[in-house]
Structures are given as structure tokens and as C-alpha cells.
């Protein structure tokens, strides 16, 4: 079965709609990808991933291997029916949590507060469990072994997140590393019917991203992502390396930008010839208490514990067909955010995930027609 296929070229930029196939479905691209982190997507039970229009969603390898284990999702038969997510899935690799722990958390064990990134050798990265303290080992084949217990319909190398701020010395080492790393991750799969994407790594340097996606677009790959964005650069940063990086990928492979999701860039991305995009931001941002409203690049954030909505009998948005649309006010969902019940959360997630996805097909029709 033919994994990508490119289905429409815009005229006017690089954007391109595409096709990702799967054991689980068809994914349209350019596709956003909500976070379930720990195998949900907050709030949202799976029924209601169909009405809302989720094609994909992306599950931590990292979180889940700390509990309930890999192990257990395998003997479930996979986080598919484990989670009873009926959707294609990625899984990341845990690289980016050598990013996320290595900087700030700590942990108290006997001896004091303890880092919870303990080590980056050649072999891999030894962690420190933000549960209980014990010391974990991730390897590109411990990952490899973990993501295929779990199941995923598409998996990620792993890599080192390069934290932001790093000298040209070390990322060029830390990326060399990742280019290593990838290597053993395909050597070391062995589960048919999983894509693998390498990731493209080299911080805020241009030789150093250059150089990165020529190395993993060469490899026996299914798609390529590109990390280490998004981890403290200013935004003018950020679109460097993603315009230093595109040019030299695959034009048949999938591309993958991890951990972008705000509205403003997505559409940039898009005409860079980027298919698909994974971000907490629509569902962490609901549990909040804000929401979308708007078309394309005229949106309004909307913080709903203001007290100018106690007595608004609008919707979030009125031309919007979301069950929390077309069933509650302002007014409601302001009294639900005030008054911390549950139901807010779960509304203001629905609204914010359907509004994404009519967002995207928004971005379908424009690329169809050249605009973009």
C-alpha cells in the first residue's frame, strides 16, 4: 500500500494537499494532529472524534511507557483498542523529553532534589521518572521495541531535542547524534506495517538544519519531521529553520512540523510544503477557558471566565455547526469556567478541535484553487 501520495499542487506556493494511508485511515493533508498525550485527548471521549472530524492524533511514548507501560498496551492489543481511539496515530519517540526535563524538573529522591535528565551518551539518554524517582533508559532501540508495543500507525526516531541557546559546537554534535540515532532506529525495526519518520534536528544554524535534511531525507524512511522548533526561539527563528529545511527534503515523503499549532504560523507553513502539524495548543488552551472565533487569519481568541459574557445569549461563534455552538451561550459556558464544572472543559475542547479542523478545510480549498 502506496503511503503519501500528493493529490493537488497549489500554483502559487509549495503547498500541497496529499493523502496519508494507514491500517486505521485515510488522513487528508495539510492535516492538524491534537495531542493524547497519555492516550486521550483530554475531555473528548473517542465517539465524539467523528462528529468533530479528528482524522489523527498523536500519543507520547515517553508518559505511557511510565504508565500503564508498553508492555500492558501490548497485551490490550495496542493503544488503538486499548484507548478505543478508532483513528490513525502517531506516537513520538520520547527525544522531546530530553528538552522538557532536561532543563527544569526535578524530582526528590533520599539523597535531595534530583534532575530528571540524568545523562546524554552515544548509547542514549538515562531519565529519572517524574513519578517515583526510578531511573529510566531510553535507547533508539528501547524506543523502537516501546513504540512498537504500543502500536501506532506512524513512529519517530528518536532524537535529541536541542534546547535553545546551545552553541554551534554542541548542536553539531547533539545532531550528529540524532543522525546516528536514526540510523539504529531503522536498523532495529522490526514491526511491519509501521511508518517511521527521521527527524531533522541542527538548532538555530543554518549549515547545521541544512545539513540535517539532506542526512535524513537520504535514508530508507516514510516521512521526515522537524524538530527542535518551538523550544524558546523567537518567531522569526522558528520560520528560519523550517525555510533552511524544506527546500532540501523529499518531495514523495510527508512532512511532518513538531509542536507547531498556532493559527497565525500554520497557514506559513503550509506554503512551505509542510503536511502535517501536532500542538497541544487548541486543547490546553480550552481547558483554560479560551476558545476560537473567526476565519482563517481574522480569529479572535476568546477568554471565557470575562465577566463581559455573563449575560451574552450568543454562541462562541454563530456560524459554527459544533455541538457547543449550536447548544450554549456565552452566557453558559462563562458560568461553567467561573464555577470549575467539567462540562466547560469538554465543551470549550469540542469547539476549539472542530474549529481547527474547519480551518484546515479551509486550507484544502485554497491550496485547490492556488490562492495560497
Not at 99 to 127: A, C, H, M, P, Y
Not at 204 to 222: H, M, N, P, T, Y
Request: some cysteine; charged content about 25%.
Amino acid at each position: 500500500m502506496q503511503f503519501f501520495e500528493v493529490i493537488k499542487k497549489s500554483k502559487k506556493s509549495k503547498a500541497r494537499v496529499g493523502i496519508l494511508k494507514t491500517p486505521h485511515g485515510d488522513i487528508l493533508t495539510p492535516a492538524f494532529v491534537p495531542v493524547a498525550t497519555k492516550g486521550t485527548l483530554k475531555t473528548i471521549p473517542p465517539k465524539d472524534l467523528k462528529d468533530i472530524g479528528t482524522q489523527v492524533a498523536f500519543v507520547n511514548t515517553f508518559h505511557l511507557v511510565l504508565h500503564p507501560g508498553a508492555e500492558v498496551i501490548e497485551k490490550f492489543g495496542g493503544i488503538h483498542k486499548y484507548s478505543n481511539l478508532a483513528i490513525p496515530l502517531m506516537s513520538d519517540s520520547a527525544g522531546f523529553q530530553v528538552f522538557s526535563l532536561g532543563r527544569k524538573k526535578k524530582v526528590q529522591t533520599k539523597e535531595g532534589d534530583e534532575g530528571l535528565l540524568l545523562n546524554i551518551s552515544e548509547e542514549g539518554v538515562q531519565f529519572r521518572s517524574p513519578r517515583d524517582g526510578k531511573e529510566l533508559m531510553f535507547t533508539p532501540e528501547i524506543s523502537m521495541q516501546n513504540q512498537e508495543k504500543i502500536g501506532a500507525d506512524i513512529i519517530m526516531a528518536f532524537d535529541e531535542c536541542i534546547y535553545y541557546g546551545a552553541s554551534h559546537e554542541y548542536t553539531k554534535e547533539a545532531t550528529e547524534r540524532t543522525h546516528e540515532w536514526l540510523l539504529r532506529c531503522i536498523e532495529s525495526r522490526k514491526r511491519k506495517g509501521q511508518r517511521l519518520y527521521g527527524i531533522v534536528q541542527g538548532g538555530v544554524f543554518k549549515d547545521l538544519r541544512e545539513e540535517s535534511a539532506k542526512f535524513v531525507g537520504a535514508q530508507e524512511i516514510d516521512g521526515v519531521a522537524i524538530g527542535g522548533v518551538s523550544v524558546g526561539e523567537t518567531k522569526k527563528e522558528m520560520e528560519e529553520q523550517v525555510r533552511w529545511v524544506a527546500p532540501h527534503l523529499p518531495e514523495e515523503l510527508p512532512r511532518h512540523l513538531l509542536g507547531i499549532g498556532r493559527i497565525e504560523d500554520i497557514q506559513e507553513f503550509v506554503k512551505l510544503g509542510i503536511d502535517t502539524f501536532d500542538c497541544v495548543e487548541p486543547t490546553r488552551l480550552a481547558r483554560n477557558g479560551t476558545v476560537f472565533q473567526g476565519q482563517g487569519k481574522k480569529f479572535a481568541r476568546l477568554d471565557l471566565t470575562k465577566s463581559r459574557y455573563l449575560k451574552d445569549k450568543h454562541p462562541i461563534q454563530q456560524s459554527c455547526a459544533c455541538y457547543t455552538c449550536q447548544n450554549f451561550s456565552l452566557s453558559f459556558l462563562h458560568h461553567l469556567f467561573r464555577e470549575r464544572e467539567l462540562l466547560g472543559y469538554y465543551l470549550a475542547t469540542y469547539h476549539n478541535l472542530f474549529f481547527f479542523e474547519q480551518m484546515f478545510a479551509e486550507i484544502h480549498r485554497l491550496i485547490a484553487k492556488s490562492l495560497i
